[in-house]
């Protein structure tokens, strides 16, 4: 069981930047995929971004491309969602994620563990 531990949420205004951390509390082996989804009040979850540990490519969900970036450490077990230039409209819930072997990147069922997730709010 991967436990997930979210950090760096908080308040910011609008055009402002935030950095989200997430870290595994044990090895997240090369084959893993590390994602971020958020949900706001009333919406369904929806994916942010992704990194695959083999090769490192990453994937942007069209909300945060050009303004979010994923990177991370297999060895630290730790990836990381820096968000520049926030809106009101990305205010939401934002959830790491673990997908380990199956199912479309890009959809929150093909994730397997799962943080507790940690509040963004983006004042106008």
């Known amino acids: 069981q991967v436990q997930l531990v979210e950090s760096g949420g908080g308040l910011v205004q609008a055009g402002g930047s935030l950095r989200l951390s997430c870290t595994a509390s044990?090895?997240?082996?090369?084959?893993?995929?590390m994602g971020w989804f958020r949900q706001a009040p009333g919406k369904e979850r929806e994916f942010v971004a992704a990194i695959r540990w083999s090769g490192g490519t990453t994937y942007y969900g069209d909300s945060g491309k050009g303004r979010f970036t994923i990177s991370g450490e297999n060895a630290k077990n730790t990836v990381v969602l820096q968000m520049n230039s926030l809106k009101p409209e990305d205010t939401a819930v934002y959830y790491c994620?673990?997908?380990?072997?199956?199912?479309?990147?890009?959809?929150?069922?093909?994730?397997?563990?799962w943080g507790q997730g940690t509040q963004v709010t983006v004042s106008s």
């Open positions: 994620a673990v997908r380990v072997l199956r199912g479309r990147i890009t959809q929150a069922y093909a994730y397997d563990f």
């Open positions: 044990e090895h997240t082996f090369s084959s893993y995929t």
